[in-house]
T-cell receptor, first 116, second 110 residues
Framework: GAVVSQHPSRVICKSGTSVKIECRSLDFQATTMFWYRQFPKKSLMLMAT?????????EQGVEKDKFLINHASLTLSTLTVTSAHPEDSSFYIC????????????FGDGTRLSIL | GQQVMQIPQYQHVQEGEDFTTYCNSSTTLSNIQWYKQRPGGHPVFLIQ?????EVKKQKRLTFQFGEAKKNSSLHITATQTTDVGTYFCAGPYGNEKLTFGTGTRLTIIP
């Protein structure tokens, strides 16, 4: 099946640091990529939808200046958590999909972010 | 907005017993997708159902899409320890995104 690589898998850093997470589709062109946040034992909460070459669409309540998303190519999207604080600690997962919303999403392995 | 609920939230079964999770959407869906997330892992796509009343099988897993295309179920026959994880249904919302269900966490008692 389709492969999506997410890096890094784990980050531990001090409060105030900015953290960049990369999401790459390795064997298909991802027209659309999604960024989710998942709290322990909870469902996936969509943060934003990103389309190659255009601005990301953020969900209600997600600060776009806090969570910067760039989708520069059909195989790469990045999420930067700016000036991270302990409340930003979470599991962040990206997914990638082809053109149609009827196609399944393929998920990266996730990034566990811990802000001290 | 669209809401997708799943019941039960948790299910503990003896190995060998059957398991079923139910998914209900507040809106009619063009399709329903099912994903499995192992503990500590990421969601993995299992299957997509498109037609009203559709039933699909994958070995011990049986997926069903309701006639009204607002509900779905996943049934696992004779569970094994490898079935442990959280099962999510997901339905498309608008042209872009999926709304994921609340999930059912399955644990197996050996």
């Amino acid at each position: 099946g389709a492969v999506v690589s997410q890096h890094p898998s784990r980050v531990i850093c001090k409060s105030g640091t900015s953290v960049k997470i990369e999401c790459r589709s390795l064997d298909f062109q991802a027209t659309t990529m999604f960024w989710y946040r998942q709290f322990p034992k909870k469902s996936l909460m969509l943060m934003a939808t990103s389309n190659e070459g255009s601005k990301a669409t953020y969900e209600q309540g997600v600060e776009k200046d806090k969570f910067l998303i760039n989708h520069a190519s059909l195989t790469l999207s990045t999420l930067t958590v700016t000036s991270a604080h302990p409340e930003d600690s979470s599991f962040y997962i990206c997914s990638a999909r082809g053109v149609s919303n009827n196609q399944p999403q393929h998920f990266g392995d996730g990034t566990r972010l811990s802000i001290l | 907005g669209q809401q997708v609920m799943q019941i039960p939230q948790y299910q503990h079964v003896q190995e060998g017993e059957d398991f079923t999770t139910y998914c209900n959407s507040s809106t009619t869906l063009s399709n329903i997708q099912w994903y499995k997330q192992r503990p500590g892992g990421h969601p993995v796509f299992l299957i997509q159902l498109v037609k009203s009343g559709e039933v699909k099988k994958q070995k011990r897993l049986t997926f069903q899409f309701g006639e009204a295309k607002k509900n779905s179920s996943l049934h696992i026959t004779a569970t094994q320890t490898t079935d442990v994880g959280t099962y999510f249904c997901a339905g498309p919302y608008g042209n872009e995104k999926l709304t994921f269900g609340t999930g059912t966490r399955l644990t197996i008692i050996p």
